[in-house]
């Protein structure tokens, strides 16, 4: 079907519209985080940037704890992806390559954790945690992201080992190999896209999670950069300039990570709702 | 029967596969949700004030002085409105975000990529992004506002209660829309095009085929996501409690945000418990719902 002009125009206004709504408040405070302070209080704000400074930046590196709570966050987050993938990869695996008694039954229940509101287990887990002398421990942090993504990354490997083929399986089998050299020999290396997405949920769940760590955590030395951030916003009432900062280099890892497999993630994500 | 015999024994070989595959995942999940789900259960019917001391059986007492509290009903009222609010505004917004990236134009690919951004930022930066550009000192809306005359002074969009709920919406609404509309874009995608077609060559208008065709064979994806949606946009915390606190004047106060308050601020741990079960039971069942309409069928194999 080809396009009319006044269809065309109507969708080229709808895209802009779109773009600034998901682009405009982030290149705002990404420019605004290297304008000078009187810049950025300014009551005639600029779209681009007319001065330029790093101090903002500096302050934030160098005059507080930001940098613990940024080094606290990667290996949080890194180990929770890690163990994330690995119950993911293995647990859907069997949900839907494998027929075993109750499994529709299991599946569902995990589904429903994905919905689980975390509210309603932070005061048993918090005690549990203090029993187990794990409160102030980035281990706990570690434990209870992975509960929360787990849910969801399961449900997300569904497509892609869809989209393997029984038959390299069966024929794998058939050559003796036993199920685990299939898995991970054949089905592994062939799912390695849904691997990537389930990562960049599992790192990006755990970058950007707040109760629990407010909780859990209670010394500045083990912070993660969400309740370290949420404390300097406190403690320095009005300094934009080091929020704006500290708001860019929070989001960097998380643009370089989706730059590199976000197509995939998509996809994973999309494909995943399929019936 | 040999061969019947064969078949039994590889079957078992496959469940005892699948049940090692399985069993890490299901422990965890037990020990780190299922038990202190029974935890709460059991301080709901104590009287535990402070995390760590004991308490003593008071039966269903916790449940009726909470059912009886005006704040836990004002709570529950506020969070219907927070969630029907961003079903709606949600809902909207990617519907209409999905019809256009559904359309073919250069860098196509890139936009329906980049789309979840919003979603995948962490939220404590949509928290700085939205505090700064709401500012009423600076900021980027009250001047941009004040430029376009629409108002004469900055606006403090949380300083009352019906703006900063609204404003909070808003917010959180932005931050999912993408996520659904991806949702909806795959449910569009599986439209048959030739549907479109025949109707379009028996002469039906763009707004007829939408209703008649697309709104129709979209339903099933709609109504799954949208109880997905409410049992997400519930659970949110750290939006809300970053933002306002639950203020101005409690205009804010979600459940959530009232069961953090009582269990951490108020020091009545066993009343928080029983609020928590209550939520609990009232947002499983919807998930059932929801989660009948997820799980695979036969499809699996």
């Keep these: 079907m080809r396009r009319s002009v006044a269809i065309t125009l109507a969708l080229a206004v709808a895209l802009a519209v779109l773009a600034i709504l998901v682009i405009l408040p982030f290149w705002w405070v990404m420019s605004s985080s290297v304008k000078a302070t009187s810049e950025i209080v300014s009551t005639s704000p600029t779209m681009f940037p007319r001065s330029f400074t790093l101090e903002h930046f500096e302050k934030l590196l160098g005059g507080s704890d930001f940098p613990r709570f940024l080094f ?8 929770s992806m890690a163990l994330t993938v690995a119950f993911a990869v293995l647990a859907g695996y069997a949900f839907f390559r494998l027929r075993f008694p109750g499994r529709d039954l299991l599946y569902r229940a995990i589904l429903l954790a994905y919905a689980f509101p975390g509210i309603v287990v932070l005061t048993p887990l918090y005690g549990m945690m203090s029993a187990a002398g794990l409160i102030d421990n980035p281990l706990a942090l570690v434990i209870v992201n992975v509960t929360f993504a787990v849910p969801f990354a399961i449900w997300m490997m569904r497509a892609f080992l869809a989209a393997v083929p029984v038959e390299i399986e069966e024929a794998a ?6 199920r685990l050299i299939v898995l991970r020999r054949i089905v592994l290396p062939l799912i390695a896209p849904g691997v990537a997405s389930v990562a960049i949920f599992a790192f990006v769940s755990s970058w950007t999670e707040y109760l629990f760590a407010s909780v859990l955590i209670q010394t500045d030395a083990h912070k993660t950069i969400p309740v370290g951030l949420a404390g300097i916003i406190g403690q320095y009432q009005v300094d934009w300039g080091l929020m704006l900062a500290g708001a860019t280099i929070t989001t960097l890892p998380v643009l370089a990570l989706f730059a590199v497999i976000g197509r995939y993630f998509v996809a994973g994500l999309t494909a995943g709702a399929i019936k | ?21 399985v069993a890490p995942v299901l422990a965890w999940l037990g020990a780190t949700l299922l038990y202190p789900l029974a935890v709460s259960l059991a301080l709901s019917v104590e009287n535990v ?4 001391s004991v308490g003593r059986f008071v039966g269903l007492d916790n ?5 009886g509290s005006a704040a836990f009903w004002l709570a529950l009222g506020r969070s219907v409105v927070w969630v029907v609010g961003n079903a709606v505004v949600q809902t909207a917004l ?22 979840v951004l919003t979603w ?7 928290v700085i992004v939205w505090r700064w550009l709401l500012s009423t000192s600076g900021g980027m809306i009250n001047p941009l506002l004040i430029a376009l005359g629409v108002i004469r002074e900055p606006v403090g969009f949380f300083s009352t209660p019906a703006s900063a709920m609204a404003t909070l919406i808003l917010i959180n609404s932005w931050r999912w829309f993408p996520f659904i509309a991806v949702m909806l874009l795959a449910g569009l995608q599986r439209i048959p095009g030739e549907l479109y077609e025949a109707a379009a060559l028996d002469g039906a208008s763009r707004f007829a085929r939408f209703r008649r065709i697309t709104l129709p064979l979209l339903q099933p994806t709609l109504f799954v996501l949208t109880v997905i949606g409410t049992l997400l946009s519930f659970n949110v915390f750290d939006i809300v409690w970053l933002l306002t606190g639950g203020g101005p004047a409690n205009a804010t106060t979600t459940l959530p945000i009232l069961i953090y308050r009582t269990a951490f601020k108020g020091y009545r ?30 499809e699996a194999r």
Excluded: C, H, K
Excluded at chain 2, 49 to 52: E, L, S, Y
Excluded at chain 2, 63 to 67: A, G, K, P, R
Excluded at chain 2, 120 to 126: A, D, L, S
């Design chain 2, 49 to 52: 004030r402070v995390i760590g």
């Design chain 2, 120 to 126: 995948i930022v962490p939220t404590i930066v949509i």
């Design chain 2, 269 to 298: 741990l066993s009343e928080a418990a029983a609020m928590s079960v209550v939520a609990t039971v009232l947002l499983m069942g919807l998930a059932l719902i929801a989660v009948r309409t997820l799980a695979p069928r036969e």
């Design chain 2, 1 to 21: 029967m040999p061969i019947r015999r064969s078949q039994r024994l590889a079957a078992r070989r496959e469940a005892a596969f699948a049940a090692l595959l």
């Design chain 2, 94 to 115: 990617a519907m209409a975000a999905a019809l256009v990236l559904e359309q073919s134009f250069p860098g196509v690919r890139i936009a329906r990529t980049w789309i």
């Design chain 1, 72 to 79: 606290n966050s990667v290996i949080v987050s890194l180990a």
């Design chain 2, 63 to 67: 449940y009726l002085s909470v059912l």
């Design chain 1, 173 to 178: 089998r058939l050559d003796g190999a036993s």
